[in-house]
């Protein structure tokens, strides 16, 4: 691990200032994947402004039915929020579905939404990868890429963003709350998090010294009805071969609202906008239900070894409505 | 020299003989973090080694330059193959391992210099400054390349007593097993079935990396606190490495995070004490985690081909079997496990006609030497499910062929032994196989949900999302036979030091030995023989070292037997000693003196009839018995190198599971929701410690099975060096486990007792994916099976 | 650089004691622990938050503390297993551990017993798990399954585990009371 400075910012401001002034700064939230990273070499930075000190802790109510999450909210306290667990069960199932109770107690809602990929070449600095070290290549096309993407991917990079709590928030168009040099602006989540193509070095638009203070939950009542399920290696403490977060509301066996998005599967959260588009209005069926999400997945491009994704992803996000549409009255 | 954490007595004033559930004499310690593990060892003024590791599986060294490396502030020395004093390899039994590689570097990992600073980041830093230049060599990585015309020979010139019978310089050793007349049989058998198994690489994965602190002493030898699994087979190696004579290198055992057969070779033994005498001072080495994962064997990856033929009515006629292991860059203890394999590769099974023949390759990959079954885990999945898919054929009931052939005592091993020991392996299958099953479908009879339904109970638990509509139940048998204690004519000894004193006026055992306690509760079970045979409640327990004798590995299930019969011997003769005393100071005055039958107990010297002859303190006042002695079991034989023929094994161990799992084929997920065990433990010296080792081994085979591989990768690059990346089962993971423990006593052994630790770890693997496969349908012929190998894509 | 700046002074309660330390940045809590302040119950397993045996409490919630920066630790309260027992009797939780067997090697087993008390602590005040239903309270060895899943434990001693910790829980609860 490189040498570093360390700064506990007064405020916000104070906290971008010094990122900003210093182009190897990174914030420190809970750090468990960022002292990981510097652990492997991965990450180094020669400043850490810890941000866990700013007021960003809390989990409020908005008028209109959302709610307001503060970037410092640990993972395990979000999980266990009265709200969230009513309102979107979704979130609060996809964050209990990811690492273990001691690194839920630590991580942030921000710093989850940044945490880097686990392919084995981006964490092995003495590899060649793209993402770590731009223009040197990309071993895990031809290398071992059984957990890697097959949607979204580019020649340049393969790799799959591991959050669970971003699918999540990806189908609930959650818009993240970003200080920078410019004063606060909002980005929908779904465009936080950036496509490979020829920069896969980039995992998000964020500009350096960009701080997420929040994450806004829109009020989306479909919401109460909503789902996170993982498949996994193993039963526990594993990041997912694939997941999916999905909330349905049907009436009169009719699809009204839906959201739908899928993890472990591309790099980044994965909104399955082509699914949720043929299925409004559509009966809220499992034959249905298939043919939406076969045509998400009709532009999958698997690799050599992870084939299997792409029907694992269907049968666990047709599972998912099934059970959805089941809960809220509709056949099944 | 001070020295923080070094191993202390363990002293432990209790009750628990032989065969009750005594406690551990270092359980206080272990669950108040108190213990010291060789990672937690501390001197003062000591430095911290660091292992520079080749990046390439095959190359030639070109040149090394440690100058930038030297004149790193901190450092104190950096060590190349040019700096070693005196001999240049080791190894288990063929020294074929460069101490730090020379010439030519034989897997990714090896080491080539070391570095000692003082502190682990200067020595890591400094270590990334030595400059070696490599030129690349083509790779042998499997069977056709290791044995391809003009293959590279990775040991040229060998000298070691296998080199001459070896079908090829690349195969460290080959071992066949005959008997009978195969084409006699082939024209009897009625039914053939063949197939083809494959085994990935497993890692031992102990939760303590490997770690010691060498200490320079003033008489210019070397003290080492280690963890190890057998302390005088390291100084064996040590010494000509070290330029040392054998009594200057003195070994003792710090506490050990697991070991599971990953500490059966040296690792950084030899690297922390040519720094701690290069630099005079202390020198700590800790591997990192993904550093451990090359720094110690893997199991051997093994190919295997079976052939069973067989009569309409189930019986064995003919086995043959190929079983291909590769051993990796280094010899390690492949020529063993070669021999395992042969021998016990047709199984707990009575056949006459036996041609099975086991290799293991030299190769660029990993090398791989022990695991926990040690051989007998690779063939029991092979012939295990051959067995299956004969039932299949014959339309057989799986347990019912295999009683059918199981064998017994009286039966002949392929290796011509008699089995003269109890072999319940009838009995265990049925003792499985009556167990009631688990209730079927939990999820729709669990109670207390509010909803009527659980999906936690479904494969993948809350992740599921069916009602169960496409799960499956499968249900799965195995059995398997392993081997107990050091075969093939080794001589295998362990050896005892027992004192008995009268301190304060109470009696006081103290029992040192060399016995690498690794979690097995080999302490735990010292202390009970030396109550039991004693008398005596207060038992001291000398930290394990190389001032006693050697007690020979913790591996090979043998401690117990070995270990624990070297103290009983010991035991037994310092009671001979305390009656010839009582008899020769206090035989005047009672009768009883003169009888036979006089034991020890509550710390007197009673008749057989239990009267109380004279307290310990009257018979030994200020005396002090001191005995040290050797225990072996009876010889074993070499194996015949044409036929295999031999008296090759001390005793055997048997094991059956029943695994039932429930299957959710459309998603790949397995959830093993029972694995039901039977095991012959002979005498259960400690009746929780055995089913704790029962439980280990089975959850150990259920990684295999379904999750736990060495992904090499890349030109025999180990890919996968991290817990996220090799998984291995949590307590999620783990499913119920019954277990039914037979007591058939051996009497070759000691209190009757069987060697345990290996046999469950057998069977568990071939079982539960024979529970899969009835579930699935599907063939199933590799492991770890992973979802993608159950959905079909 | 200003070699003073890569250091920074830290104030740490371990086990009710009071710490005052200058630390470089880069110092994890685990090392911290274990070099600087000799308690070596905590064990580098994995030293990458995958293996859970360097699990240790920090105000009251268990954590991987070889992935926490000491200096982001400044002004914790830190128990680790030394500081369980009460100086008279062991805690609940290593009793159990040692009534029920629960560990062989025992290297993983100073995380195992914290994570077990922080376990037992989330469990009564009702946050949920991955396998909590509904909203009512959870207990059980599902549970306990689920919410030790993070310790690994190679031995495999994990029956014994959840025994334990099921023995565990109801003493554990009046421990808390008395020891707050």
Request: glycine share 10%.
């Amino acid at each position: 691990m490189r040498t570093l400075r360390y700064q506990r910012p007064e405020g916000v401001e104070a906290a971008v200032s010094a990122v900003n002034a210093t182009p190897g700064a990174r914030y420190l939230g809970g750090g468990t994947n960022l002292v990981d990273l510097m652990k492997l070499g991965v990450e180094t930075p020669d400043l850490l402004v810890d941000v866990s000190g700013l007021p960003h802790h809390d989990i409020e109510e908005l008028p209109g039915g959302g709610v307001r999450i503060g970037a410092a909210v640990r993972n395990s306290d979000l999980a266990a929020d009265p709200l969230v667990r009513t309102r979107y069960p979704v979130v609060s199932q996809a964050l209990l579905a990811g690492a273990s109770d001691q690194l839920r107690n630590v991580a942030t809602v921000g710093g989850n939404l940044l945490q880097r990929t686990r392919c084995l070449y981006f964490q092995d600095a003495g590899k060649p990868c793209n993402k770590r070290a731009p223009g040197t290549g990309c071993p895990a096309i031809e290398g071992v890429h059984r957990n890697l993407a097959i949607l979204g991917a580019s020649p340049h990079c393969v790799a799959t963003h591991p959050s669970d709590l971003a699918v999540a928030l990806a189908a609930l168009d959650a818009q993240v709350l970003v200080e920078g040099g410019t004063g606060p602006r909002e980005i929908p989540l779904t465009e936080l998090h950036r496509l490979p193509g020829d920069r896969p070095e980039r995992d998000t638009v964020l500009e350096h010294g960009d701080l997420i203070t929040h994450v806004r939950l829109p009020a989306a009542p479909e919401a109460v009805n909503s789902a996170y399920r993982k498949a996994r290696d193993r039963a526990s403490f594993a990041f997912a071969l694939s997941s999916v977060g999905a909330a349905l509301e049907v009436r009169d066996g009719l699809v009204h609202r839906v959201r739908l998005a899928l993890g472990g599967v591309a790099p980044k959260p994965w909104r399955a906008r082509a699914a949720e588009e043929r299925l409004r209005g559509a009966p809220a069926t499992p034959e249905a239900f298939t043919r939406a999400v076969e045509a998400e997945l009709s532009v999958a491009e698997p690799l050599r070894d992870n084939a299997f994704k792409v029907p694992l992803t269907r049968h666990l996000a047709v599972r998912v409505l099934c059970d959805l549409a089941g809960r809220a009255g509709g056949p099944r | 020299m001070d020295i923080l954490r070094t191993p202390t007595d363990l002293a432990q004033r209790g009750h628990g003989g032989v065969g009750e559930s005594a406690s551990r004499p270092d359980g206080v310690l272990k669950v108040t973090g108190e213990f010291a593990y060789a990672s937690d060892l501390w001197a003062r003024d000591m430095l911290w080694g660091h292992t520079l590791r080749s990046p390439h599986a095959h190359a030639e060294i070109v040149s090394v330059d440690t100058t930038e490396a030297l004149s790193v502030p901190g450092v104190h020395a950096v060590l190349t193959h040019a700096d070693l004093p005196a001999a240049t390899h080791y190894g288990l039994e063929i020294p074929d391992q460069p101490v730090l590689a020379g010439d030519v570097v034989r897997y990714h990992g090896e080491p080539v210099a070391l570095v000692a600073a003082d502190h682990p980041e200067t020595a890591r830093r400094a270590a990334a400054r030595i400059r070696v230049e490599y030129a690349e060599l083509p790779l042998v990585t499997d069977e056709s390349t290791a044995t391809a015309p003009g293959a590279p020979v990775l040991h040229p010139n060998r000298s070691d007593h296998y080199a001459d019978r070896v079908p090829h310089p690349n195969v460290v050793h080959h071992q066949p097993v005959r008997r009978g007349d195969l084409a006699a049989a082939k024209a009897r058998a009625e039914v053939v079935v063949t197939g083809e198994y494959e085994l990935g690489m497993q890692d031992q994965a102990p939760l303590g990396p490997e770690s010691g602190l060498a200490v320079p002493a003033e008489d210019g030898g070397v003290d080492l606190y280690v963890a190890t699994q057998w302390l005088h087979v390291d100084r064996e190696q040590l010494a000509p490495v070290l330029g040392l004579p054998r009594e200057l290198v003195r070994l003792t055992l710090s506490g050990v995070g697991g070991a599971f057969g990953a500490r059966e070779d040296l690792s950084m033994q030899a690297h922390a004490c040519l720094l701690a005498l290069r630099t005079g001072r202390p020198v700590k080495m800790v591997y990192s985690r993904d550093e451990s994962f090359v720094g110690h064997v893997h199991r051997h990856p093994a190919r295997l081909r079976y052939e069973h033929g067989a009569t309409r009515d189930g019986r064995l006629v003919y086995v043959r079997g190929r079983i291909v292991l590769d051993g990796g860059a280094y010899a390690s203890s492949s020529p063993a496990v070669v021999g395992n394999a042969a021998s016990l590769g047709l199984g707990p099974y009575v056949c006459d006609t036996v041609d099975i023949e086991a290799l293991a390759l030299y190769t660029n990959n990993p090398p791989c030497g022990a695991m926990r079954g040690f051989g007998a885990v690779q063939a029991c999945f092979a012939y295990e499910s051959q067995m299956d898919r004969l039932a299949a054929e014959l339309g057989m009931d799986p347990v019912s062929l295999r009683q059918l052939n199981a064998m017994s005592q009286g039966a002949t091993m392929p290796t011509g032994q008699p089995v003269d020991a109890p072999a319940p392996v009838a009995e265990l299958l049925r003792l499985v196989r009556d167990r009631p099953l688990p209730p079927p479908r939990q999820w729709e009879t669990a109670v207390g949900t509010g909803t009527g339904f659980d999906l936690r109970a479904l494969p993948g638990g809350l992740s599921n999302t069916t009602r169960g509509e496409g799960v499956v139940r499968g249900v799965g048998y195995a059995v398997g036979i392993k081997n107990v204690g050091f075969s093939e004519g080794y001589d295998d000894y362990s050896t005892a030091r027992v004192r008995l004193e009268v301190v304060n006026g109470e009696p006081v055992v103290l029992v040192h030995t060399a016995m690498a306690e690794v979690g097995q509760g080999g302490v735990t079970v010292q202390a009970q023989i030396a109550r039991t045979e004693l008398g005596v409640a207060k038992v001291v327990l000398h930290p394990a070292d190389t001032r006693v004798g050697s007690a020979g590995s913790t591996s090979a299930s043998r401690q117990t037997y070995m270990t624990g019969g070297a103290v009983r011997n010991t035991c037994l003769l310092v009671r001979e000693e305390v009656l010839r005393l009582g008899r020769e100071r206090l035989g005047d005055t009672h009768p009883g003196w003169r009888g036979d039958g006089l034991w020890l107990r509550d710390g007197a010297v009673v008749t057989a009839g239990g009267e109380v002859l004279a307290d310990l303190a009257q018979v030994l006042g200020d005396d002090v018995i001191d005995l040290e002695r050797e225990f072996r079991h009876r010889p074993t034989e070499p194996l015949d190198p044409e036929n295999g023929q031999g008296f090759g094994h001390v005793q055997y161990s048997f094991c059956a599971h029943r695994a039932v799992v429930e299957v959710d084929a459309e998603l790949g997920l397995v959830k093993v929701v029972e694995l039901a065990a039977a095991q012959d433990v002979g005498r259960a010296m400690n009746p929780q410690a055995v089913v704790g080792q029962i439980h280990g081994g089975s959850v150990q085979g259920l990684g295999l099975a379904v999750m736990e591989e060495i992904v090499v990768a890349d030109g025999a690059r180990v890919r996968n060096p991290s817990f996220t990346d090799y998984l291995i089962p949590t307590i999620l993971d783990t499913p119920t486990m019954p277990v039914d423990v037979l007591e058939l006593a051996d009497e070759h052994a000691p209190y009757g007792l069987r060697g345990i630790g290996e046999a469950p770890t057998l069977s568990s693997t071939p079982a539960v994916v024979a529970a899969i496969r009835a579930a699935t349908g599907l063939a199933l012929r590799r492991v770890p099976v992973r979802p993608e190998h159950l959905t079909g894509t | 650089m200003d070699s003073r700046l890569l250091t920074s002074a830290v104030t740490l309660r371990v086990n009710g004691t009071v710490h005052r330390l200058t630390l470089d940045n880069r110092s994890t809590l685990l090392d911290t622990l274990r070099e600087d302040l000799d308690l070596t119950g905590a064990k580098k397993g994995c030293d990458h938050g995958q293996c859970g045996s360097c699990t240790v409490l920090v105000d009251g919630r268990r954590v991987n503390c070889c992935l926490l920066l000491t200096v982001a630790c400044d002004g914790s309260e830190i128990t680790t297993v030394e500081g369980l027992s009460d100086g008279w009797s062991l805690h609940p939780v290593q009793e159990a551990f040692l009534a029920r067997d629960a560990f062989q090697c025992g290297y993983c087993t100073p995380g195992q017993v914290c994570s077990a008390v922080g376990a037992l602590r989330e469990m009564a005040e009702g946050r949920p798990s991955a396998v909590t239903v509904g909203t009512e309270p959870p207990s059980g060895a599902a549970e306990i399954r689920e919410r030790m899943s993070g310790n690994l434990c190679r031995c495999a001693a994990y029956p014994n585990i959840v025994r334990a910790v099921g023995d565990a829980a109801e003493r554990a609860a009046e421990w808390w009371e008395r020891t707050p």
